[in-house]
């Protein structure tokens, strides 16, 4: 610190020394000439009177009189002397010093001798200065000589030193004046809150870590990209200083827990430099507009969660639609930009598709032909061959971005996600055979009864047996999979193994239940925890116990049967009128499609026929919230609700489940969970239920509110565990650790890393392979 300000003070007196000088010097300057010009302009004056008075005497031509004169005029005008020469340029006469005249220049006097001309110059020895001016002297028109006169110039110099003496002190007034303010605002705007941001590090480092982003960062506003560094570092430092508990925690109590660090050194240690790609429909960041300002904001997935430490760990690239308002703002010519923004870590390139492909490819083959083909749910799937066209063209679109990352990276690993590209896995095979793929396939797989109805059927299988390894939740799920091949396929499967064989390649088909980002560690809580009364006083009511259902606005979710299941508990026990209110957090999903819509104003009519039928001034049975909450916010619903219901009809796994149990650190409250969920084969202590059942719905409401504590206690803590144990970390690892273990069937050494032709699209080499 002392170094530092002698160094400021140095430079700043060095800088403000070297400018004033700089500028005395030309004020001096320009003072001296002023002072010249007028010195040259009172002597000619001069000059001029004494030349008359002068030609008179010198007309007389005697010498004496000459003398006596130049003395007469010299004692007049008091100048240094005066001389008169004749045509010759010799001395007439000379009053004044006579080492006056000893060095003077003879320029001016010859001058004015030979042309007749005024002139002037300045001249010095040692510490003598003065003006010469000679001009000639005439008789009778007749050029008879020249008069010299001398005048005192010391008084300029004088002047110039005064000037420069004046500076002196001005320039060290000015040093003083400035490198004590400096030294002020240097401590008051730059040290203090330096010292509060150091003091808080110092806090931090220390263990406490509260209060951190507080005044300290807000004084440091005037500098706001440090602060925002201070702070993402500080995010940082908590973070890893929770993640170095955790494993410090897990260590101590000998278990194999995953954490997000934990699947980063394990994916690090797997895959060396080979770099893993994820394709996903969801992109993880999304340049959207808030107000007028572009947000990059993250959304709400699980998959965010699991797959970001697999693709920090290895700089991955991540492939996803780019739907973001703003999205083609943010990315480079090659469509790709490092994330995450404030730490970037891995590349997302991001896919465009036009409005035809989204109603086609999302909305149409995915949601309206695949997504109810494959949930049991009732809803009857829609399957139009122009939709198909598209799901294919799109399917390709992506495959070719992700070639395109693909280049030049030696053994790459491949991670589909789900059912939006079940035709991709092939077509990277085809185009790349030294590729690891893996697919994982989010939502249920159906008996081959009910997927057969596909008129496509065996080209979606051909495309996703083109993966090494193909991801289900649960077991069920994979051996349906494996017996619609069997059925569809020429092929042969293996149930003992788990595999499925076709022109010559393997696929491995395994469970995998996904699960949620639960370590075990206390996140720090921005907000304390606030209780059911606060929760619903918000919404103008009051009630003794809430029970929560979260979900997308989907038909396959059981929402309107879950309200059903309240309006009959309400009539079997009315001893909960006025006591009991259910609160279903629904995020607006799928919009443009018609039975999604339908869905909507079901469940809308539905709350609003219960309500009508039991509320008072302040008290409702259901409170509707439809919207998108973020993790936040959902929080602290699940934290005060008695019960959590899940009636899903049919679901591949169900994250809200999972989810409910991982927000219950106070290791209470009930869940309700359907047994057509994937996540009933792993929360044996949840209450499970048949959602087509409203009775058996019902009394499992009612048995969960009047569970006592310490069964309630007993069966959330299993359920923690269970979710800890096998939580998303783990998800990802296995199913990359297996992807890893697989032996892959060795490509020609001539197609390894070898880029596919640009001519060639990768459905043209799944075609040329497959003839
Ligand atoms: P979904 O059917 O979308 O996914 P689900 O498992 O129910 O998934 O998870 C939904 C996620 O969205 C949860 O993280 C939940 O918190 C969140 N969510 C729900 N409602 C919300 C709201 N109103 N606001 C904000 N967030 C909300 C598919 C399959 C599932 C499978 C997942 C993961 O259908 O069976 O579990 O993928 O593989």
């Not at 009519?605 to 998108?628: D, F, G, H, M, S």
């Not at 309700?672 to 084969?681: N, R």
């Not at 650790?737 to 070898?754: C, F, N, T």
Request: net charge negative; with cysteine; glycine share 6%.
């Amino acid at each position: 610190m002392k170094f530092f300000r002698m160094r400021l003070i140095l430079a700043l007196a060095v800088g403000i020394t070297l400018v004033s000088v700089a500028s005395t010097y030309f004020e001096v300057l320009a003072h001296k000439h002023a002072l010249r010009l007028d010195l040259e302009h009172r002597t000619a004056w001069l000059s001029k009177s004494l030349q008359a008075e002068m030609e008179k005497t010198v007309a007389g031509g005697q010498t004496a009189e000459i003398a006596a004169e130049a003395q007469r005029l010299h004692s007049r005008h008091e100048g240094l002397g005066l001389a008169v020469y004749d045509m010759q340029g010799k001395l007439v006469t000379e009053a004044g010093p006579a080492e006056a005249f000893a060095a003077l220049p003879r320029g001016p006097l010859d001058k004015a001798i030979s042309q007749g001309l005024d002139s002037s110059v300045f001249g010095h020895q040692r510490d003598r200065q003065w003006l010469e001016e000679a001009i000639p002297l005439y008789v009778d028109g007749h050029a008879a000589g020249a008069l010299v006169i001398l005048e005192d110039a010391g008084s300029i110099r004088a002047e110039g030193n005064r000037v420069w003496k004046q500076s002196f002190w001005r320039i060290a007034a000015f040093v003083l004046l400035i490198v004590g303010v400096t030294l002020l605002m240097v401590r008051w705007f730059l040290m203090r809150p330096m010292l509060r941001v150091a003091e808080r590090l110092r806090q931090l480092r220390m263990g406490n870590i509260a209060d951190l982003a507080d005044e300290s960062l807000a004084e440091l506003s005037l500098f706001t990209p440090l602060a925002h560094e201070v702070e993402t570092m500080a995010e940082s430092l908590i973070e890893a200083r929770a993640a170095a508990e955790t494993e410090a925690r897990l260590r101590e109590a000998g278990e194999h827990q995953w954490t997000a660090e934990r699947l980063g050194v394990h994916i690090r240690e797997l895959f060396g430099s080979s770099r893993i790609f994820v394709l996903s429909n969801r992109e993880p960041y999304a340049h959207v507009l808030q107000g007028r300002e572009t947000v990059c904001m993250v959304p709400p997935s699980g998959l965010v969660t699991a797959i970001e430490p697999v693709q920090r760990a290895c700089d991955g690239v991540w492939v996803a639609h780019g739907s973001g308002s703003e999205d083609a703002l943010n990315v480079d010519k090659f469509d790709r930009l490092r994330v995450p923004p404030d730490e970037p870590r891995y590349t997302l390139r991001r896919v465009w598709l036009s409005s035809e492909e989204e109603t086609g490819y999302y909305d149409g083959f995915a949601n309206e032909g695949l997504w109810p083909l494959c949930h049991i749910a009732h809803t009857r799937p829609i399957f139009r061959a122009s939709d198909w066209e598209c799901y294919q063209r799109v399917n390709e679109k992506f495959a070719t971005a992700l070639l395109e990352e693909m280049e030049g990276s030696a053994s790459p690993i491949v991670f589909v996600q789900d059912y939006h590209f079940a035709l991709v896995p092939r077509l990277i095979k085809a185009a790349r055979p030294d590729a690891r793929v893996a697919i994982f396939w989010h939502i249920p797989w159906p008996n081959p009864e009910a997927f057969g109805i596909c008129p496509w059927q065996a080209k979606l299988l051909d495309g996703l047996l083109g993966a090494d390894l193909i991801g289900f939740h649960i077991p069920l799920h994979c051996n349906n999979f494996l017996s619609t091949v069997d059925r569809v396929l020429e092929s042969r499967t293996d149930r003992e193994h788990m595999t499925a064989r076709r022109d010559g390649h393997t696929s491995s088909v395994g469970p995998y239940p996904v699960s949620v980002a639960f370590d075990g560690s206390r996140p720090e809580r921005k907000t304390p925890r606030p209780s059911r009364e606060e929760l619903l006083k918000k919404f103008g009511l009051r009630s003794e116990s809430m029970i929560v259902g979260v979900d997308r606005m989907d038909y396959t979710k059981g929402i309107v049967e879950r309200l059903v299941a309240i309006e009959h508990l309400l009539e079997e026990h009315p001893f909960y009128l006025e006591r009991l209110t259910m609160v279903q957090i629904a995020a607006p999903s799928r919009s443009r499609i018609p039975s999604y819509v339908n869905l909507r104003r079901q469940v809308e009519e539905t709350v609003e026929r219960i309500n009508q039928r039991y509320q008072t001034a302040l008290w409702k049975p259901i409170l509707l919230i439809e919207r998108q909450c973020s993790h936040e916010e959902l929080d602290p619903w699940y934290r005060a609700a008695e019960v959590c219901l899940v009636t899903s009809l049919h679901d591949g796994m169900n994250l809200v489940a999972k989810e409910y149990v991982a927000a219950r650190d106070d290791e209470d409250g009930v869940l309700v969970l359907s047994k057509f969920a994937g996540a009933a084969i792993e929360l044996h202590d949840a209450l499970i239920v048949n959602p087509y059942d409203i009775e058996g719905v019902a009394e499992a409401i009612h048995q969960g509110l009047e569970m006592d504590r310490a069964e309630r206690r007993m069966r959330m803590q299993r359920m923690r565990r269970q979710v800890l144990d096998h939580n998303i970390y783990r998800w990802a690892a296995s199913i990359l650790g297996d992807l890893h273990e697989l032996r892959i069937e060795s490509p020609g050494a001539a197609d390894v890393g070898r880029a596919r032709p640009a001519s060639v699209s990768p459905a043209e080499v799944v075609d040329r392979k497959l003839a």
